[in-house]
T-cell receptor, first 115, second 111 residues
């Protein structure tokens, strides 16, 4: 059973388009995250949701809008895609927020390429 | 966050123990040390964490020095599949409960 899954795995699109990435976890966790890993391989937190409520929003452009329909799902919608959005996006989950949030489980990633 | 320092890369022979060091000299008394790894083209994977006592699980052992200023992750019998980037993270009270990821150590297991 896949604990944290993301779709699609690869996404190639043109500048200006709008796209979504979906994430689902079957671990029963309360907290979910979106990370961006750029070409330099540094992982940076983008958003975090706890019990469907946004708790972290790290200076991400307004073009990025997360949405958590329930505790098991956290989707990421990106408007007006730009070349600089090309990266690998990882979804993760943890049992809870706070100290329990340091033990995170990651999805396989979505490689987004904007042309 | 306690700043962590790791060597950028290391090699280890297959079947031998891989010892990955991490320096966290500014760690405070209640800050844990977490280890993750990222195998190429995969998401990061949680390995182990500890506070002051040595810890062991099915993946690895974590040895934390008595002064807590450094730690070593030990993969007892490294295999080719252990080739990955290993991250040592010491999230602090000022991190807003976020993991702050550095560059990690690129561990290459050689046959």
């Amino acid at each position: 059973d896949t604990a944290v899954s993301q779709t699609p795995k690869y996404l190639v699109t043109q500048m200006g388009n709008d796209k979504s990435i979906k994430c689902e976890q079957n671990l029963g966790h309360d907290t979910m995250y979106w990370y961006k890993q750029d070409s330099k391989k540094f992982l940076k937190i983008m958003f975090s949701y706890n019990n469907k409520e946004l708790i972290i929003n790290e200076t991400v452009p307004n073009r990025f809008s997360p949405k958590s329909p329930d505790k098991a799902h956290l989707n990421l919608h990106i408007n007006s895609l730009e070349l600089g959005d090309s990266a690998v996006y990882f979804c993760a989950s943890s049992q809870d927020w706070g100290v329990k949030g340091y033990e995170q489980y990651f999805g396989p990633g979505t490689r987004l390429t904007v042309t | 966050d306690a700043k962590t320092t790791q060597p950028p890369s290391m090699d280890c022979a297959e079947g031998r123990a891989a010892n990955l060091p991490c320096n966290h000299s500014t760690i405070s008394g209640n800050e844990y040390v977490y280890w993750y790894r990222q195998i190429h083209s995969q998401g990061p994977q949680y390995i182990i964490h500890g506070l002051k006592n040595n810890e062991t699980n099915e993946m690895a052992s974590l040895i934390i020095t008595e002064d807590r200023k450094s730690s070593t992750l030990i993969l007892p019998h490294a295999t080719l599949r252990d080739t990955a980037v290993y991250y040592c993270i010491a999230p602090g009270l000022d991190s807003n409960y976020q993991l702050i990821w550095g560059a990690g150590t690129k561990l290459i297991i050689k046959p």
